[in-house]
């Protein structure tokens, strides 16, 4: 046998196994492609719905969330690089002395009078900052919908319900100035994360007189007339929010360091074992009713800060009281959602229920 056919003889095993594979990596690839191009790998619905036109959605039922993956196929790179008109360190309100500010980040003012969301960062009610609203705004300003992104007083400075008071007072600035920003003051949502979350739910599901009349003065207001704007809003975002503060109390028997108790009892300025009616005053679930904006609740399954049966138990509860509510359990998310296509999500949700604008299409 020839040194050539001897090379040959061993290397013609390995050929066909390298042949081999390129062949299945080849039928994978077309098989995949196939799979994308005709809807595979899609969310199945939480409900089956009726095909007619005419027949009215079905509730979802308590018991049943949604669980999704990441969808590969939307690509921040891919959206449109719309640079919005952007206001910095605007003031909203005063109170105690202090200026209150907020990030305005407007669409095209020749749209027309857009609706809004206003924009809750996250932080334990003690940290972070109203610049987390550029990454949210990055989604919806390209689909005509102004976003507002709003510091609020820390714990630190300031107890409960310090906090949702500056909410309220964000609204109410928004729609004592709506013309002026070319806002549409009766289409306004909001939208948060983690303690951000919670502010957001609360400002939506409280009534207008559950807390007492915000202390501050509103910009733009000569004679306080804007503090007795309402500040119902039309839909609601909560990202992974804590909606029940009274479970914390309980759990401090067993856990009396743990540093949620210690958030709380900063936010309340008091013991936890001393804050059982303040803690059900702060907790969104506590003023759930019937007339409540329609709501869409995210949370990450491996959430370890803010227990994920918290986001369950709001859904149940609006729910049972016919608010339309839907719950997206994000199967492989922990305390953070970073996926674009998860953004999208709740921009499709605020287009939907605060009306439909002209502006780019994705």
């Known amino acids: 046998m020839t040194d050539w056919e001897t090379d040959n003889a061993l290397t013609r095993p390995l050929g066909v196994i390298v042949a ?3 062949l299945v990596l080849l039928m994978y690839g077309v098989f995949a492609w196939g799979s994308a191009l005709f809807g595979g790998n899609k969310v199945p619905p939480v409900a089956k719905q009726s095909t007619s036109q005419n027949a009215p959605p079905q509730p979802t039922p308590t018991n049943v969330v949604t669980e999704t993956h990441d969808n590969p196929r939307i690509n921040i790179r891919s959206l449109p690089r719309i640079k919005p008109e952007t206001l910095r360190n605007v003031t909203y309100a005063t109170v105690d002395g202090r200026d209150l500010k907020i990030d305005m980040y407007l669409p095209d003012r020749t749209l027309g009078p857009v609706p809004v969301v206003l924009w809750f960062h996250g932080g334990a009610w003690d940290m972070g900052n109203k610049i987390d609203g ?3 705004a990055r989604f919806l300003v390209p689909r005509g919908i102004a976003l507002v992104s709003v510091q609020y007083r820390f714990s630190r400075n300031a107890t409960f319900p310090a906090q949702i008071q500056d909410a309220r007072a964000a609204v109410q600035f928004v729609r004592h100035n709506a013309k002026k920003y070319h806002l549409n003051a009766t289409r306004i949502g909001a939208w948060g994360a ?17 807390f007492p009349e ?16 309402s500040t119902r809003i039309q839909a609601v975002c909560d990202w992974f929010g804590p909606t029940d503060l009274t479970l914390a109390i309980e759990a401090s028997k067993t856990r009396p360091n743990d540093w949620r108790v210690r958030t709380l009892e900063r936010l309340f300025g008091k013991p936890i074992h001393e804050s059982m009616e303040i803690a059900t005053l702060a907790s969104p679930i506590t003023h759930v009713s019937s007339d409540d904006p329609p709501t869409l609740i995210m949370h990450g399954l491996k959430d370890s800060i803010v227990d994920p049966d918290q986001s369950r138990e709001l859904f ?3 729910r049972a009281v016919n608010v339309k509510a ?3 359990i994000k199967q492989n998310s922990g305390h953070s959602f970073v996926m674009p296509w998860i953004y999208v999500r709740v921009v499709r949700f605020f287009q939907r229920e605060l009306g439909p604008v002209k502006a780019v299409k994705w």
């Open 326 to 328: 839907s719950l997206e």
């Open 134 to 136: 550029m990454y949210p």
């Open 316 to 318: 149940a509860a609006l």
């Open 20 to 22: 081999g594979v390129l």
């Open 194 to 210: 983690s303690s951000g979350g919670h502010l957001a739910a609360l400002l939506a599901y409280a009534d207008d007189d559950a």
């Open 214 to 229: 915000t202390p501050h003065t509103i910009a733009g207001d000569t004679d306080r007339s804007a503090n007795t704007i």
